[in-house]
């Protein structure tokens, strides 16, 4: 496909589209905006993620679960696939589960901060407050932004209480 042709016009379109909708909670016309594109393009990376997107928003975690897996198979390279294949784990299969994923991509992306912090976060849920401080640690060096996020994150609810109440780890 070229760039700029009437073709990729019309899938960036429907891409957007598809995306609005769900942004509006509209997840059936989502769906009907992708499954108007063009046959054959259902493997493509820009459409997976559209899917991704739209079953993460719509709260379909089995679905979201095996976009997840195949943008992972596509794209192994790019460490947001293994976080969004944990994060709908976690809804289906718990935080255990998820957690396995996780560790997995830790030892091929060591240096991305949103899966150090989704460590610390799972950590601190099961009350592990040392290993939830040392990731969290972690994920605010490789990301100050993180800092910010981990005042307000439920997840790390028992961390921020256990500081405020003083207690060593």
């Given at each position: 496909?070229?760039?700029?042709?009437?073709?990729?016009?019309y899938i960036q379109r429907r891409l957007l589209a598809a995306s609005g909708?769900?942004?509006?909670?509209?997840?059936?016309?989502?769906?009907?905006?992708?499954?108007?594109?063009?046959?054959?393009?259902?493997?493509?990376?820009?459409?997976?993620?559209?899917?991704?997107?739209?079953?993460?928003?719509?709260?379909?975690?089995?679905?979201?679960?095996?976009?997840?897996?195949?943008?992972?198979?596509?794209?192994?390279?790019n460490s947001n696939w293994p976080v969004a294949l944990a994060y709908a784990?976690?809804?289906?299969?718990?935080?255990?589960?998820?957690?396995?994923?996780?560790?997995?991509?830790?030892?091929?992306?060591?240096?991305?901060?949103v899966i150090h912090f989704n460590l610390a976060c799972y950590a601190a849920?099961?009350?592990?407050?040392?290993?939830?401080?040392?990731?969290?640690?972690?994920?605010?060096?490789?990301?100050?932004?993180?800092?910010?996020?981990?005042?307000?994150?439920?997840?790390?609810?028992?961390?921020?209480?256990?500081?405020?109440?003083?207690?060593?780890?």
């Amino acid at each position: 496909m070229e760039p700029g042709s009437n073709l990729e016009i019309y899938i960036q379109r429907r891409l957007l589209a598809a995306s609005g909708y769900s942004d509006l909670g509209l997840f059936q016309e989502a769906v009907e905006e992708l499954e108007s594109l063009p046959a054959g393009l259902e493997g493509e990376e820009p459409i997976l993620v559209a899917w991704l997107q739209l079953y993460q928003g719509w709260e379909k975690w089995a679905e979201a679960s095996s976009v997840a897996r195949k943008l992972i198979e596509i794209r192994p390279e790019n460490s947001n696939w293994p976080v969004a294949l944990a994060y709908a784990t976690r809804r289906i299969q718990g935080m255990l589960a998820a957690r396995e994923i996780l560790l997995d991509a830790m030892s091929k992306f060591p240096t991305c901060a949103v899966i150090h912090f989704n460590l610390a976060c799972y950590a601190a849920q099961r009350g592990l407050m040392e290993e939830a401080n040392v990731r969290l640690k972690n994920a605010i060096d490789l990301d100050p932004q993180f800092d910010a996020l981990a005042k307000t994150d439920p997840d790390l609810e028992p961390l921020r209480q256990q500081k405020i109440q003083g207690k060593s780890i």
